[in-house]
């Protein structure tokens, strides 16, 4: 007995067995769903989630999300649907499943559908499991997790991004996302008047190096800087000429968005700078009974766990801060494959991973 209501959910629904977490998974994954266009995964996803015994359904913002379970602990799984450009060939070669969106993050987010359906299947889910699968993850919106933030207070949260099935993360950098443009009168190359491609590259260059100074004492890549050039383009009509370039700065804690947009203004006031995104660093506690319970049903699959921080940004910086309640993430896959050409997941690792989560949520839930 515990802090939460007693009663268990009834058992309604057969429990999925590896093969169908697997079929659920490429099926997934089969369904293209690029930042902005994730609508047929979401129908399908939706339709699965149903038919395991969710109640289920397509939010305002265009979310796939399947609660199961009622009362409390209230527990959202909340990963992300939608992928980054880029076709890779659906197939399963060697123990492994390759194709868009398999790691970062479908991978993750059928597991959370598998786990919590078995739980419910097997009679051991106490309270509410809410599985979100969040839109426009992957662009600078953020849509998908923004829309979610106030519409739930969950008692414990996990978000899927890959950490390996044995790893746990606690913490994001933040990010600013910025356009840089400088436009003037046009410049022959042979004069000694600065173009507007080398204005924006002086700026760039100032950038590093204020990113070096501040680096300059801190061992870990969380806690630097890490400023990335995305793109710069120029051009001009003869009279007049510009240049833009877009750049991504990962920020450590103690780090703002928008002060760090104020110094860059200022190393160049003659260039117009926009910004695209702006999300603060987020780390969580680690001394949660979530991470306990995770890390003991790692131990559980004979595996030493790890407590990781990531130089990337996901959705937990959003609902972390906001919602204040334990919260991880977590999912297989290796996070060195996300976005590359050849990203996929070992499938024993993924099907490690929802017996990790079935067995962490079934002492939570107990």
């Known amino acids: 007995m515990t802090m939460w209501q007693t009663q268990r959910t009834p058992v309604d629904h057969a429990q999925p067995d590896d093969a169908a977490a697997l079929r659920l998974l490429e099926d997934l994954v089969a369904i293209p769903s690029i930042s902005g266009d994730e609508g047929a995964a979401v129908s399908y996803l939706v339709a699965q989630m149903a038919a395991l015994g969710f109640t289920a359904h397509t939010d305002a913002a265009g979310n796939a999300v399947g609660s199961i379970g009622t009362g409390r602990p209230e527990t959202v799984l909340l990963g992300h649907i939608d992928t980054v450009p880029g076709a ?200 949660t009974p979530l991470v306990r319970a995770l890390t003991q049903a790692i131990r559980g699959q004979t595996a030493q766990p790890g407590l990781v921080l990531k130089t990337g940004t996901a959705d937990m910086n959003i609902v972390g801060p906001a919602w204040s309640c334990p919260i991880v993430a977590y999912g297989p896959g290796d996070a060195a494959l996300d976005h590359t050409p050849e990203e996929h997941i070992v499938l024993d690792e993924y099907l490690s991973a929802i017996r990790v989560l079935e067995t962490a949520f079934a002492r939570l839930h107990e």
């Open 88 to 287: 890779i060939p659906v197939r399963r070669v060697d123990g492994r499943l390759y194709g868009r969106g398999t790691v970062d993050a479908k991978g993750p987010l059928a597991a959370f559908v598998i786990a919590a359906a078995r739980l419910h299947a097997q009679g051991r889910l106490r309270g509410r499991i809410v599985v979100i699968g969040c839109v426009e993850e992957e662009a600078p919106s953020s849509r998908g997790a923004h829309h979610v933030v106030a519409r739930y207070r969950p008692d414990l949260c996990v978000v899927g991004e890959p950490s390996g099935w044995n790893r746990v993360t606690l913490g994001y950098k933040g990010v600013l996302r910025i356009t840089c443009r400088y436009a003037g009168a046009g410049a022959h190359s042979a004069h000694n008047q600065q173009t507007a491609p080398e204005r924006i590259s002086a700026l760039w260059q100032r950038i590093v190096a204020h990113a070096a100074a501040f680096n300059a004492d801190r061992e870990r890549a969380f806690d630097h800087l890490l400023p990335t050039l995305l793109r710069i383009n120029s051009g001009g009509d003869g009279l007049s000429e510009w240049a833009t370039a877009e750049i991504s700065i990962r920020l450590p804690l103690d780090v703002q968005p928008q002060a760090l947009a104020e110094i860059i203004r200022a190393l160049d006031p003659q260039v117009e700078l926009r910004v695209l995104g702006a999300t603060p660093a987020f780390r969580a506690e680690r001394s």
